[in-house]
């Protein structure tokens, strides 16, 4: 069974920043996709950045510039540095995690999810 557990989420000024981390299963973890993703209240989930076993990301149009996804596998954990927040930032944050290498921005591809946790960013 695959867990993964999430930190580093709280309450940050707009302008300020955050660093999210995921520590999932160690032996799934290292050849595998992940995936960051939030919902905002009565909103559908949306994708906001994602990373190969070696490093390629891919990121949302809306967090270019300002969010970066990276990974340690020798510590089995991949971050999500957030700068430059915005109210609009403001959501529950999932790390997610999908079988095979390929990076993808949809939620249905990712088999393994966190439990999430909050980001909000006042105005």
């Known amino acids: 069974q695959v867990q993964l557990v999430e930190s580093g989420g709280g309450l940050v000024q707009a302008g300020g920043s955050l660093r999210l981390s995921c520590a999932p299963s160690g032996r799934f973890f290292s050849s595998s996709a992940m995936g960051w993703f939030r919902q905002a209240p009565g909103k559908e989930r949306e994708f906001v950045a994602a990373i190969t076993w070696n490093g390629g990301t891919a990121n949302a149009d809306s967090v270019k510039g300002r969010f970066t996804i990276s990974r340690d596998n020798a510590k089995n954990t991949v971050f999500l540095q957030m700068k430059s927040l915005k109210p609009e930032d403001t959501a529950v944050y999932y790390c997610?995690?999908?079988?095979?290498?390929?990076?993808?921005?949809?939620?249905?591809?990712?088999?393994?999810w966190g439990q999430g946790t909050q980001v909000t960013v006042s105005s």
């Open positions: 997610a995690a999908k079988r095979g290498q390929g990076l993808s921005t949809v939620v249905v591809d990712y088999d393994y």
